[in-house]
């Protein structure tokens, strides 16, 4: 007997799956022909890109300095040049 149950269970679960998927493949062509045309304007230099993660970091580090309430899980960055390195 549970093997005819299994047929029936896995055909009921399986049908609103079918049929929810050819609602989001119509749904999915009306939006491609909505849409036009999408243009992507410019390029990013490294060294711009390199200093909006830099100030992202900031504003990350800053916030958490801000939320913790014990000063020694502070987080201070700085460059600093170790000894026999010329690297920062």
């Given at each position: 007997?549970?093997?005819?149950?299994?047929?029936?269970?896995t055909l009921i679960v399986?049908?609103?799956?079918?049929?929810?998927?050819?609602?989001?493949?119509?749904?999915?062509?009306?939006?491609?022909?909505?849409?036009?045309?999408?243009?992507?304007?410019?390029?990013?230099?490294?060294?711009?890109?390199?200093?909006?993660?830099?100030?992202?970091?900031?504003?990350?580090?800053?916030?958490?300095?801000?939320?913790?309430d014990d000063d020694g899980?502070?987080?201070?960055?700085?460059?600093?040049?170790?000894?026999?390195?010329?690297?920062?």
């Open positions: 007997m549970r093997i005819i149950k299994t047929p029936w269970i399986c049908l609103p799956l079918a049929t929810g998927a050819q609602t989001t493949d119509s749904e999915a062509e009306e939006l491609d022909a909505a849409i036009d045309e999408i243009t992507v304007v410019g390029a990013r230099q490294l060294g711009a890109m390199r200093a909006k993660v830099e100030l992202a970091e900031d504003q990350v580090f800053a916030l958490f300095n801000d939320l913790n899980y502070d987080i201070i960055c700085k460059k600093e040049t170790r000894i026999g390195s010329q690297l920062p």
